[in-house]
């Protein structure tokens, strides 16, 4: 390649000199570079592949491909291999590929599935468009179903778990009404031996969390000499108002442009988004990836459509409203290469830009404090399952694939991934860099958003409780007992949660509906225990502040006690979805302070 450029006349000797010495430290191709850097362009380097292999180059302007020659390898493999069946000539197959110094490595799987083939060229942005126009409906329902439907819930509605589950609901409130009493201490006992469990789980792992935290760095393992190509993917759907701010943040990520692989995906009748999009003008490394549209609309299937796109050994993750760490990239694809194979994810930490909004958003800053800076740093030291977050997450590419991908039904896809991970013998480690986020500061929004979050843990749990011995067996005996505290503890106290609200009516003076009908130490004993977990809840808060920018939070930890009882209200309206609208995606609106992310001084804690 470099020859044939050269003989062209198509670059400038001093820029191959820089772009091969690029390409030894890379695990990119000099096409890459030479396009990401604006040596050449690509009408350029395909006119120098077409000397370089002597195969003619194939664009839309000649017509389609056979969609039945596309078929016998498959849409999804097509896109793997860069390589997509064109026609039949004299019984072999003409293959155009986008990556011709790969085509000899690819040879036996293409006979395999197409006889005898002959090589074509096409660029890269012409054979994804030539995909999606003949075979986007099959890529579609693939997004949809290529997790195992043994650990989707893409089946919840057909094995009539909202019909039980509302059996279950009319049970209970046919106790209270008819021995409102003994449904009363039943429920307040329950509330109170789960609110037993969670908060030692909390103070275990806020310990663990502080002693590591303690404890001398490891050494530095050897790193791999060449970087790897890196894939983020940002779903975004109406957030017309987030791409220019979007684009500035990503373009101060300081990794190697030629690695770098972003995909901006928008649903295709979006049009608000689409058009923001078009009217920018996006570098070469990024790329929008439009999603056939379907009835079913969820983050999740966008993923899996947009994986289909990736180019990178290291998927990525973001949302729209992210402003991550300029290093974060680079430290991740080390981390990745001094990690043990069964390392599948990196985690990085979440952190809000407007914390000085109101109230709402200074609490739910304290929340993400506890939880990424104490409770699931914690949880990792005592080698519990990891329930994923949304964003700032990063995969080992064939692992993911492996996996299926995202659950596309499933409305919190990242704490069932980081399950399903975990069943496989797969590691999620936290990696300490921060990416700041958009804190959901308005009541209602802040409702909906958290009901999302507890009817897809209240799925999760269902689904991979379908058989308890196979999960049991799968992840053994501590991360069961794990497993069953953070999913259905959490469950359970939010939805017990106005038992235990019951006893600040005896603290204050005013009595309790119980009082009576047990004796009087029993209700003090219990109010007592609420409130030392109450005191230990906002300890582990005040934990996360320590030596942190939130400091000016610490006086706001009191008021956490008024915050909680918010997350009931929501699970109250995620019970009622779980027997209505599983699958219903309350979306949430960002893009409101995006200029505060833009001047946050966005700095390593």
Same mark, same amino acid.
């Given at each position: 390649?470099?020859?044939?450029?050269?003989?062209? *006349? /198509?670059?400038?000797?001093?820029?191959?000199?820089?772009?091969?010495?690029?390409?030894?430290?890379?695990?990119?191709?000099?096409?890459?570079?030479?396009?990401?850097? *604006?040596?050449?362009?690509?009408?350029?380097?395909?006119?120098?592949?077409?000397?370089?292999?002597?195969?003619? %180059?194939?664009?839309?302007?000649?017509?389609?491909?056979?969609?039945?020659?596309?078929? %016998?390898? $498959?849409?999804?493999?097509?896109?793997?291999?860069?390589?997509?069946?064109?026609?039949?000539? $004299?019984?072999?197959?003409? =293959?155009?590929?986008?990556?011709?110094?790969? !085509?000899?490595?690819?040879?036996?799987?293409?006979?395999?599935?197409? @006889?005898?083939?002959?090589?074509?060229?096409?660029?890269?942005?012409?054979?994804?468009?030539?995909?999606?126009?003949?075979?986007?409906?099959?890529?579609?329902?693939?997004?949809?179903?290529?997790?195992?439907?043994?650990?989707?819930?893409?089946?919840?509605?057909?094995?009539?778990?909202?019909?039980?589950?509302?059996?279950?609901?009319?049970? =209970?409130?046919?106790?209270?009404?008819?021995?409102? =009493?003994?449904? $009363?201490?039943?429920?307040?006992?329950?509330?109170?031996?789960?609110?037993?469990?969670?908060?030692?789980?909390?103070?275990?792992?806020?310990?663990?969390?502080?002693?590591?935290?303690?404890?001398?760095?490891?050494?530095?393992?050897?790193?791999?000499?060449?970087?790897?190509?890196?894939?983020?993917?940002?779903?975004?759907?109406?957030?017309?108002?987030?791409?220019?701010?979007?684009?500035?943040?990503?373009?101060?990520?300081?990794?190697?442009?030629?690695? !770098?692989?972003?995909?901006?995906?928008?649903?295709?009748?979006?049009?608000?988004?689409?058009?923001?999009?078009?009217?920018?003008?996006?570098?070469?490394?990024?790329?929008?990836?439009?999603?056939?549209?379907?009835?079913? %609309?969820?983050?999740?299937?966008?993923?899996?459509?947009?994986?289909?796109?990736?180019? #990178?050994?290291? =998927?990525?993750?973001?949302?729209?409203?992210?402003?991550?760490?300029?290093?974060?990239?680079?430290?991740?694809?080390?981390?990745?290469?001094?990690?043990?194979?069964?390392?599948?994810?990196?985690? @990085?930490?979440?952190?809000?830009?407007?914390?000085?909004?109101?109230?709402?958003?200074?609490?739910?800053?304290?929340?993400?404090?506890?939880?990424?800076?104490?409770?699931?740093?914690?949880?990792?030291?005592? *080698?519990?399952?990891?329930?994923?977050? $949304?964003?700032?997450?990063?995969?080992?590419?064939?692992?993911?694939?492996?996996?299926?991908?995202?659950?596309?039904?499933?409305?919190?896809?990242? /704490?069932?991934?980081?399950?399903?991970?975990?069943?496989?013998?797969?590691?999620?480690?936290?990696?300490?860099?921060?990416?700041?986020?958009?804190?959901?500061?308005?009541?209602?929004?802040?409702?909906?958003?958290?009901?999302?979050?507890?009817?897809?843990?209240?799925?999760?749990?269902?689904?991979?409780?379908?058989?308890?011995?196979?999960?049991?067996?799968?992840?053994?005996?501590?991360?069961?007992?794990?497993?069953?505290?953070?999913?259905?503890?959490?469950?359970?106290?939010?939805?017990?949660?106005?038992?235990?609200?019951?006893?600040?009516?005896?603290?204050?003076?005013?009595?309790?509906?119980?009082? @009576?009908?047990?004796?009087? @130490?029993?209700?003090?004993?219990?109010? #007592?225990?609420?409130?030392?977990?109450?005191?230990?809840?906002?300890?582990?808060?005040?934990?996360?502040?320590?030596?942190?920018?939130?400091?000016?939070?610490?006086?706001?930890?009191?008021?956490?006690?008024?915050?909680?009882?918010?997350?009931?209200?929501?699970?109250?309206?995620?019970?009622?979805?779980?027997?209505?609208?599983?699958?219903?995606?309350?979306?949430?609106?960002?893009?409101?302070?995006?200029?505060?992310?833009?001047?946050?001084?966005?700095?390593?804690?």
């Amino acid at each position: 390649m470099a020859t044939v450029l050269i003989r062209m *006349g /198509a670059i400038r000797p001093s820029d191959l000199v820089r772009a091969l010495a690029l390409q030894s430290r890379h695990a990119g191709h000099l096409g890459d570079i030479l396009l990401s850097h *604006g040596m050449i362009s690509d009408a350029t380097l395909l006119a120098a592949q077409e000397r370089q292999f002597g195969a003619r %180059r194939i664009t839309m302007a000649q017509g389609l491909p056979d969609a039945r020659l596309i078929d %016998r390898l $498959g849409g999804a493999r097509c896109l793997a291999l860069g390589c997509l069946p064109w026609a039949l000539a $004299g019984g072999v197959c003409i =293959v155009a590929t986008a990556q011709p110094e790969r !085509f000899e490595a690819n040879r036996p799987t293409l006979e395999a599935a197409l @006889g005898p083939v002959a090589m074509a060229l096409v660029s890269r942005a012409e054979l994804h468009r030539m995909v999606l126009e003949t075979r986007s409906a099959a890529l579609r329902d693939y997004a949809e179903t290529c997790v195992p439907e043994a650990l989707s819930c893409r089946d919840w509605t057909r094995r009539g778990l909202h019909r039980w589950l509302a059996a279950v609901v009319i049970l =209970v409130l046919t106790a209270a009404v008819l021995d409102p =009493v003994a449904t $009363g201490w039943a429920m307040t006992g329950l509330a109170s031996g789960w609110l037993a469990v969670m908060t030692g789980l909390k103070l275990a792992a806020a310990i663990a969390a502080r002693r590591k935290a303690r404890d001398p760095a490891p050494p530095a393992g050897p790193v791999a000499a060449r970087l790897p190509v890196v894939s983020i993917m940002v779903p975004l759907f109406r957030e017309p108002g987030t791409v220019r701010p979007l684009i500035n943040r990503l373009a101060r990520l300081s990794y190697p442009r030629d690695l !770098f692989d972003v995909l901006l995906v928008v649903e295709e009748h979006d049009t608000p988004t689409r058009r923001a999009l078009e009217a920018e003008t996006l570098p070469h490394w990024m790329r929008v990836i439009p999603v056939p549209d379907a009835p079913l %609309r969820t983050k999740p299937r966008a993923l899996n459509f947009a994986l289909l796109f990736a180019r #990178g050994s290291i =998927v990525g993750v973001y949302d729209a409203e992210d402003a991550p760490e300029p290093d974060q990239i680079i430290r991740v694809a080390r981390h990745f290469a001094r990690a043990a194979p069964q390392v599948a994810c990196v985690q @990085g930490m979440l952190d809000y830009f407007n914390p000085g909004t109101n109230w709402l958003s200074r609490c739910f800053t304290l929340e993400y404090a506890a939880w990424f800076r104490l409770l699931l740093p914690g949880k990792e030291r005592l *080698g519990l399952v990891l329930p994923l977050g $949304g964003t700032t997450l990063f995969f080992r590419r064939g692992i993911l694939e492996r996996l299926g991908g995202w659950d596309a039904h499933n409305v919190t896809e990242d /704490a069932d991934l980081g399950i399903r991970l975990a069943r496989q013998g797969f590691r999620t480690e936290i990696l300490d860099t921060t990416t700041f986020e958009e804190a959901n500061c308005h009541l209602l929004p802040w409702i909906k958003q958290r009901s999302r979050w507890i009817k897809g843990y209240a799925i999760t749990y269902f689904v991979h409780m379908r058989d308890p011995r196979a999960l049991l067996r799968d992840l053994g005996l501590r991360r069961f007992a794990g497993f069953q505290v953070q999913f259905l503890g959490t469950l359970m106290q939010v939805i017990l949660a106005p038992m235990l609200l019951s006893f600040w009516a005896l603290v204050l003076g005013f009595g309790h509906p119980l009082q @009576g009908t047990a004796p009087a @130490g029993m209700l003090w004993a219990l109010s #007592g225990f609420y409130m030392m977990s109450l005191a230990a809840d906002m300890a582990v808060h005040l934990l996360a502040l320590h030596n942190r920018h939130h400091r000016a939070l610490i006086p706001w930890v009191l008021t956490l006690p008024l915050y909680f009882p918010l997350a009931t209200i929501a699970a109250y309206k995620a019970l009622w979805e779980l027997m209505t609208a599983p699958f219903y995606w309350d979306k949430t609106e960002h893009g409101k302070y995006a200029s505060r992310a833009d001047a946050t001084h966005v700095a390593r804690f």
